[in-house]
């Protein structure tokens, strides 16, 4: 219900059902940069109870924000960009939203309805710019302010999650909102696949000497992790992840096979392409397509809440169990025990021997002994962030992360930049927990400004930077294909700066002792700190870019 104004009436403007409307959806941060135009909005929120707008260092961060809030809250998250440059900034993180399957609604102000289509000062079509961005865009009226917000939520919790755009016509936050007796309601779950279909899965399954199990990002949305291990147990099989899938599964589990796509992909490689039948649990190819991992000797059976995308005309396609994750894994677990073919101490090997390539070598400190020192350093329980470079293919593989949630990183997107305001989301969203981010020193150029954000609101977050002067996987390429290093230097050597940015301290390590002095220093601070690790980029050499099957 609508708060009182100063008069003691009922406030029923637009500002102010909005910031209602967004309450009873379950958010609590509103992420941005403010404009003229918002300002009533940001008054309305002043006021609200449980609401808080988090100001932004620019539109991009504010996004990737609300990105995270929304994969971590399974409540939309929520943000706002002004007129043109700011909604071309927003625009970097809502495509993030879509690709990483993030549930969100993206605001922007929008011209009013008499100048739409004219010549203004930083007039752009916004429905037109995130039509391609977004599962649904559209435009507030004051008539129908919630149900316009609520269908929002709706579309973009539903089936896989996503952003949904909504304008905001500049004057329409003063107006009177019409009164609507309507209340938000979660979407339902999906439903159940068809039982003939499950059971032609059961057959297929029960036919099968090398069945397969691939979990992707769907799995983590429908929250099965104790069914795809019970599953997994029952019958003795391997089990494959997709990166942004990491903790359905223990790296020490008996079934444990690695991670599609990351470092040494070749070795995990070695056991799918043995498979005869792959089942594919919430696979989404967003992150890694079929094709270019999936054996033209395997029958692919999907269970998803969408069809299998797949080149049909090369690649055996088996049943498609479409609905929900859940039904379909526990009609599975009726299937009584079955002996496979699979060598599983054959596996436990060459998982071991993966493992120990993974491990960093004396000699030298590089991004692995980096990232050993962090995994022994922060708890078990806590949260760890990572941008985009050959450390997210190395952290793929390497970090052990013991369940969804607890690593995070973009892999549908792709946006460098994305570490540290993600890890400033994930610390907003669980503040008891210990968060940090791990970022080289190409994408911590590109949103350091958010540093700021974490000074302003006090957000104990450690960003560890890779410093290696070197956009290491585009210099792989380009060495690979005989050409010279050109335009992937950072810099010519040294670090980031001096001892702090922006009011964050930086501490430097140049070995693994020095680092792990630096990262207990940094956690045991009462704000956020950086920790600049100095490390040897060809240490990614003989590790990144690896083919998941034979050419």
Not at 44 to 51: E, N, P, S, T
Not at 65 to 86: E, K, Q
Request: aromatic share 6%; hydrophobic share 45%; charged share 20%.
């Amino acid at each position: 219900m609508s708060k009182k104004d100063e008069t003691g009436m009922q406030d029923t403007k637009v500002a102010t059902i909005v910031v209602n409307a967004l309450q009873e959806i379950g958010v609590k941060y509103v992420f941005g940069v403010p404009s003229g135009g918002w300002i009533d909005y940001m008054e309305a929120l002043r006021k609200a109870d449980g609401m808080e707008f988090i100001l932004a260092t620019h539109e991009g961060g504010a996004a990737m924000m609300a990105d995270v809030c929304g994969r971590l809250s399974n409540v939309p998250g929520v943000c706002f960009g002004t007129f043109g440059p700011g909604a071309t900034n927003l625009s970097t993180g809502v495509g993030e939203a879509l690709l990483d399957r993030s549930p969100m609604i993206a605001l922007t102000d929008e011209m009013p309805e008499s100048m739409r289509g004219r010549t203004t000062q930083m007039g752009i079509d916004h429905q037109a710019l995130f039509a391609p961005l977004t599962k649904k865009t559209t435009r507030l009226r004051a008539d129908s302010v919630k149900s316009i917000l609520f269908d929002a939520a709706t579309v973009a919790l539903s089936g896989r999650p996503g952003p949904v755009h909504v304008g905001l016509p500049v004057g329409l936050s003063a107006e009177q909102a019409s009164a609507e007796n309507i209340a938000f309601k979660r979407p339902l779950a999906k439903e159940a696949a068809r039982p003939q279909v499950l059971d032609q899965v059961v057959q297929q399954f029960n036919q099968a000497k090398r069945p397969l199990l691939a979990i992707g990002l769907g799995a983590v949305h429908a929250g099965v992790r104790t069914e795809i291990t019970e599953f997994a147990h029952k019958h003795g099989l391997p089990v494959v992840l997709t990166p942004m899938a990491k903790g359905m599964l223990p790296e020490d589990d008996a079934s444990y096979t690695g991670v599609l796509f990351h470092a040494l992909s070749d070795m995990v490689g070695i056991t799918h392409q043995e498979a005869d039948l792959v089942i594919a649990v919430g696979y989404d190819p967003v992150e890694f397509n079929y094709e270019s991992w999936l054996s033209r000797n395997a029958t692919l059976v999907n269970l998803d809440v969408e069809p299998a995308d797949i080149d049909r005309n090369i690649y055996k396609v088996g049943a498609e169990a479409v609905g929900d994750i859940r039904s379909s894994l526990k009609r599975l677990l009726e299937v009584p025990p079955k002996k496979t073919d699979w060598d599983m101490d054959a596996m436990a090997m060459r998982r071991a021997a993966m493992f120990a390539k993974l491990q960093p070598l004396d000699r030298s400190f590089g991004p692995k002994g980096a990232l050993q020192v962090l995994r022994e350093v922060l708890p078990s329980t806590g949260i760890m962030t990572c941008d985009v470079g050959a450390h997210t293919h190395l952290i793929g593989q390497l970090w052990p992360t013991p369940a969804p949630g607890l690593q995070i990183m973009t892999n549908g997107w792709s946006t460098m930049g994305f570490g540290i305001p993600a890890a400033i989301a994930a610390k907003l969203s669980c503040p008891d927990k210990d968060v940090c981010a791990v970022v080289g020193d190409g994408g911590f150029l590109m949103t350091a400004g958010e540093l700021a954000t974490a000074v302003r609101y006090k957000l104990k977050i450690v960003v560890v930077v890779l410093t290696d002067n070197d956009l290491a996987l585009i210099r792989i390429k380009q060495e690979k294909k005989g050409n010279p290093i050109y335009g992937t230097p950072v810099r010519e050597t040294g670090t980031i700066g001096g001892p702090n940015i922006f009011g964050v301290p930086v501490l430097v390590a140049r070995d693994a002792v020095e680092l792990r002095e630096q990262l207990r220093a940094a956690f045991a601070a009462d704000g956020p700190v950086v920790v600049e690790a100095l490390v040897d980029s060809r240490e990614y050499d003989n590790l990144v870019l690896k083919k998941d099957k034979p050419a």
